[in-house]
């Protein structure tokens, strides 16, 4: 082993000792972290019990603990950050119920949800997913709870307590489709027309929110992935691995309405990746088709009767009406408590 040779591997040991290290002080960090915040929030509100003005406490002490701590101990301990405290022990009073995997600003966007079951599924596709605060915040502001919960034209008690307590399950195709897809990300005015080539580009260069808002285990494989059938060149849009169904995923982009020639058109490339690019390990391959706008009784014909996986969504280049969404849910819970009676 020459000099040169010698030396970058020591450096690269030790950069990987550093990495590691660093890794596991910043875990071991955030754990001191939550579980400190956790005990000002139950001396909070321990204290809070046995006072006989408790409102006048809440109004007032807060502010000279928040005046006390902060001349001690820095930033960190305003008055809205003790109440976070306060409600992060409330609302998880057993400490082992705290995920070390998600940070302290995680929780304070979490317990900005008043809704329990919401709440609970948002903070296990965060610790599932991984996502940082950032896409964590966007999931939320673009209601994918909602939208999930409305993506196959229902909803009912049973499906938003699954949610909640083990958060998106992907066990069958099904499971990963959305109606609608978000493209906010993508910056494109609403009702302007938009070449399909031009879709494809747009998200193409923000792979990585396009990533975030499919879900859970995709890997981007390619655009304009050729399909051979009979010395004609035919290309598929955009193709994903998703490594948690074990099966490509192939996207057709239609910036129209859905037409029922793109369903056959798909259904071609579908038989073709079962038969030429799939092997022994992988599942058949799903088809998803993102338009404009589709029609559910034609979707339904058009889908009906088919052995492959096809499905249709739409997407949107806004963020849905997140009131009207949840009224939506409330509607249909209310039915479903109604058919319960």
């Known amino acids: 082993m020459d000099g040169l040779t010698y030396t970058t591997s020591m450096i690269q040991e030790i950069k990987e000792l550093l990495s590691s290290t660093r890794q596991r002080i910043a875990v071991q960090v955030n754990t001191e972290l939550l579980s400190t915040y956790w005990n000002v929030g139950r001396i909070i509100v ?11 406490y809440g109004k007032q ?9 902060t001349k001690e101990f820095g930033k960190g301990f305003s008055v809205s950050n003790l109440q976070f405290m306060r409600r992060f022990y409330q609302t998880y009073q057993i400490q082992q119920t705290v995920s070390v995997k998600l940070s302290w600003s995680h929780y304070c966007e979490l317990l900005t949800i008043s809704d329990d079951e919401k709440r609970r599924f948002y ?3 965060a610790i599932n997913s991984g996502w940082s605060i950032r896409e964590m915040k966007r999931q939320i502001a673009t209601s994918l709870y909602e939208r999930l919960l409305l993506s196959d034209g229902k909803a009912n008690k049973a499906k938003i307590l699954a949610l909640a307590e083990k958060g998106i399950e992907m066990t069958q195709p099904v499971d990963m489709i959305k109606d609608p897809y978000v493209f906010e990300f993508l910056g494109l005015p609403e009702n302007k027309s938009l070449m399909e080539s031009d879709l494809e580009k747009a998200l193409v260069e923000q792979i990585e929110k396009f990533l975030l808002e499919l879900g859970r285990g995709f890997m981007f494989v390619g655009t304009q992935q050729r399909v051979t059938l009979n010395n004609t060149h035919y290309y598929v849009d955009m193709v994903f691995y998703n490594k948690i169904l074990r099966a490509y995923v192939l996207i057709e982009l239609k910036t129209v309405k859905l ?3 793109a369903v056959g058109q798909l259904n071609m490339y579908l038989n073709y990746y079962a038969a030429e690019v799939n092997d022994e390990h992988d599942n058949p391959p799903i088809g998803i088709i993102l338009c404009a706008d589709k029609d559910s009784v034609a979707a339904e014909y058009a889908l009906g009767g088919l052995s492959n996986n096809i499905f249709a969504s ?3 280049s806004y963020i849905p009406n997140k009131e009207q969404l949840i009224d939506q849910v409330e509607t249909v819970l209310q039915e479903w408590h109604n058919d319960e009676k």
């Open 314 to 316: 739409r997407y949107v």
């Open 61 to 69: 002490t807060l502010k000279a603990l928040s005046k006390e701590l």
């Open 46 to 56: 321990e204290h809070e019990q046995n006072s006989q003005e408790r409102a006048a």
């Open 259 to 261: 037409m029922p020639e």
């Open 123 to 125: 903070e296990k596709e």
